[in-house]
């Protein structure tokens, strides 16, 4: 499975950004798409999945009703809607791909997208 992650960039406090990642492939492998986001210095940490069949999405606390994570499969792609950014959400937001249940750790994953820079500043 590759992963080519996009959309990020440079916006203001309170703005928007919707981050994009399409999937080719073996997506029939596939159980979780998520998103990660490492900021200098810190750790690569869990911000979104979704199941690849089924309904259930999951959202970390810090950004739980500001970011909105969907799937189109007809398109195997995954987006990642953030809104009312806030620089603490400065960091390279990396796609992921599972063929597990388990999501919220960075070693559940099989297959990484290159990252894209999200930058807010204040």
């Known amino acids: 499975v590759q992963l080519q992650a996009s959309g990020g960039g440079l916006v203001q406090a309170g703005g928007s950004l919707r981050l994009s990642c399409t999937a080719s492939?073996?997506?029939?492998?596939?159980?979780?798409f998520s998103w990660f986001r490492q900021a200098p210095g810190k750790e690569r940490a869990f911000v979104a999945a979704?199941?690849?069949?089924?309904?259930?999405?999951y959202h970390a606390d810090s950004v739980r009703g500001r970011f909105t994570i969907s799937r189109d499969n007809a398109k195997n792609t995954v987006y990642l809607r953030m809104n009312n950014l806030q620089p603490e959400d400065t960091a390279t937001y990396y796609c992921?791909?599972?063929?597990?249940?388990?999501?919220?750790?960075?070693?559940?994953?099989?297959?990484w997208g290159q990252g894209t820079q999200v930058t807010v500043s204040s």
């Open positions: 992921a791909a599972s063929s597990k249940s388990e999501m919220y750790s960075r070693f559940d994953y099989d297959y």
């Open positions: 492939g073996r997506t029939d492998s596939v159980n979780t």
């Open positions: 979704v199941r690849w069949r089924g309904s259930p999405t």
